[in-house]
């Protein structure tokens, strides 16, 4: 059993057949983390019991009980998403010694697939980042050039899917924290309509824009977990009833006469050369396969960063007011020798406990909801973004599908951009609108520059997942198969 | 408007977002803070008369569960996550 190329299907066949165990397969996973992550810091945990767990696996299939589509397949989870007994701390001092009580329901809907799970993976704290270097517990390194970031904020999942410690890996995405990542670090991820799955357990930052999903070595794996993770969930009413299709099954890569748009605002502006390149030999690659190429017109996308800082940045404000020290996370030790008033003893726990990066952003939104900015800040972006989702929907009109890169440059270096915010920020460009308009959107690995992975962007009209794989398996298909890449990430 | 902001409005928004922040950061916030409200400001050359704000960017329809009680977690389970305890109770400083 090849580990490090077999999708999800041919593991759970050969796991049935009793070619290879959930034990085996497990430990060649544990095997990988303990020898390369010290070089990547992807993971906050790694799950002791994971090798109880595979066993319990292999007596199942041994009594020859029926097993789940994922049986056996090894997933690491963004830290953002409670995981029963096991800890969950969003990359933050504030939540370091959290460890929930339940699964979030998209945890459980994959541990009901059977599928098992390897660890924790490290983020931005409370994923308010786009590099990954904001944890509380450092750094994660990307795997094709360890001075450089893997991207964020899901930038665990990211790397460690890119060196193949976990068979797949989930990650959230509020303004990009999935494809730019993906991007980044070479591998395949997809951002869901808003409402397709279940926020129930995962740790809100901006409730209005928070969707989870998977990142992949191939398309093929992200259609069959999207199968499993989608779907409407009694603990989350902002779930939609849309049927959930076999997205896997569904796949297909003929893409003739289809119609690609691409945003005019931006193709004529991409800023880095080799990202210009590449995104036109993708729209070369596009025609070859028969499809037909419309420029769309999508102004506001232009005003997407403000748009999304602020109003993300408001909701993360309120949102993150529950961490105050009383029912769980981080209390001050102050509390202990000195007599604090209320007011102390919330300021100390969450001066405390709270990154430099998630108060900036908690303070900015504080001042965009606060009376007599909140007009002018925060529902002045509400409005717009009802302005950009429109234009989406008037775009979508003219094409099927609309593609264009993930980000303005491949990976940067660490330190590059941690303390300058507005510079980072503005790194999102081509991701958050998707967001705001609640669109499907992910990143498929397309060509290379300066040694390093990038990705082409698909986003999709609501609820057209199905659209945005097909697309991503089209432009895959392309692509030298994993096996044959002459190029492999450093840490591998 | 926004660059209107200074260390006192710091202060005050760090108050009312009940977070200690030092003169040091502050003194670091600041003009990040300045410089990103600047930027942001140019969402104010839109005209948006007569739009209403987007809260949920899906229509979704709301839908209504039978109100059944079920025991998801126990407060034993619950509690195992509290800084601080007293039997069944979270413990906190004395508050009037």
């Known amino acids: 059993m090849d580990f490090l190329q077999s999708d999800f299907v041919t593991l759970t066949q050969a796991l049935k057949n009793k070619e290879v165990s959930a034990v085996e397969t497990a430990q060649f996973f544990l095997r990988r983390v303990e020898s390369l992550d010290q070089q990547l810091n992807s993971f906050t945990h790694v799950n002791k019991e994971l090798l109880t767990q595979a066993e319990e696996l292999d007596q199942k299939i041994s009594r020859k009980e029926a097993v789940g589509p994922l049986a056996g397949v090894i997933f690491g989870i963004k830290d953002m998403l409670c995981t029963k007994g096991m800890p969950t701390t969003a990359g933050s001092k504030m939540l370091q010694n959290f460890v929930p009580p339940y699964d979030a329901t998209l945890v459980a809907r994959l541990k009901k697939a059977d599928a098992l799970i390897i660890g924790k993976m490290n983020q931005d704290e409370f994923a308010m980042g786009s590099s990954s270097e904001t944890s509380t517990y450092g750094p994660v390194k990307n795997p094709w050039d360890t001075t450089r970031v893997p991207g964020g904020s899901s930038g665990g999942s990211a790397a460690a899917q890119a060196s193949r410690l976990a068979m797949g890996t989930i990650g959230t995405d509020t303004g990009g924290s999935i494809r730019q990542p993906a991007s980044f670090c070479g591998v395949v991820g997809v951002k869901p309509t808003y409402g397709r799955v279940s926020r129930y357990g995962i740790i809100a930052y901006a409730s209005s824009l928070d969707q989870a999903g998977p990142l992949t070595s191939n398309v093929k794996d992200a259609a069959l977990t999207l199968e499993i993770i989608c779907g409407q969930d009694k603990y989350d009413s902002t779930t939609s009833d849309h049927v959930v299709e076999s997205f896997s099954q569904n796949l297909n890569a003929d893409i003739k006469g289809k119609k690609i748009g691409v945003i005019k605002e931006f193709i004529h502006d991409i800023p880095d050369a080799s990202i210009a390149k590449n995104f036109n030999v993708a729209v070369e690659t596009a025609k070859d396969l028969g499809a037909e190429i419309v420029e769309v017109s999508i102004p506001l996308t232009q005003y997407a960063v403000p748009m999304y800082y602020l109003i993300s940045a408001s909701e993360a404000s309120s949102n993150l007011a529950r961490y105050d020290g009383v029912k769980y996370g981080y209390r001050t030790p102050k509390d202990q020798s000195a007599q604090l008033s209320l007011d102390e003893f919330y300021c100390f726990s969450r001066g405390e406990g709270f990154g430099a990066e998630v108060k900036r952003r908690i303070m900015l939104g504080t001042y965009a909801l606060s009376s007599g900015y909140s007009d002018a800040f925060y529902l002045k972006a509400c409005k717009v973004r009802r302005l950009l989702r429109q234009q989406f929907i008037d775009a979508f009109k003219k094409c099927d599908i609309i593609m264009g890169p993930v980000t303005t440059t491949p990976a940067f270096k660490l330190n590059d951009k941690v303390d300058n915010p507005l510079k980072m920020y503005l790194n999102d460009i081509f991701t958050t609108s998707t967001n705001l308009a609640g669109l499907p959107g992910m990143s498929v690995p397309f060509g290379m520059a300066q040694q390093l992975p990038i990705g082409i962007q698909l986003t999709a009209p609501h609820f057209h997942e199905q659209v945005l794989l097909n697309f991503a398996y089209a432009l895959e298909n392309t692509q030298p198969a994993l096996e044959t890449r002459k190029l492999r990430p450093h840490v591998y | ?96």
């Open chain 2, 1 to 96: 408007m926004a660059h209107e902001i200074n260390e006192n409005i710091i202060k005050q928004i760090a108050h009312l977002a009940k977070l200690t922040v030092t003169d040091e950061e502050i003194a670091y916030y600041l003009p990040q803070i300045q410089k990103v409200l600047s930027h942001f400001s140019e969402l104010n050359d839109l005209d948006t008369n007569n739009i209403e704000p987007l809260i949920t960017p899906v229509d979704l329809k709301g839908y209504l569960r039978s109100d059944i009680v079920e025991k998801v977690i126990s407060t034993d389970e619950l509690l195992q996550t509290a800084p601080d305890k007293v039997g069944a109770l979270f413990k906190v400083p004395p508050v009037i």
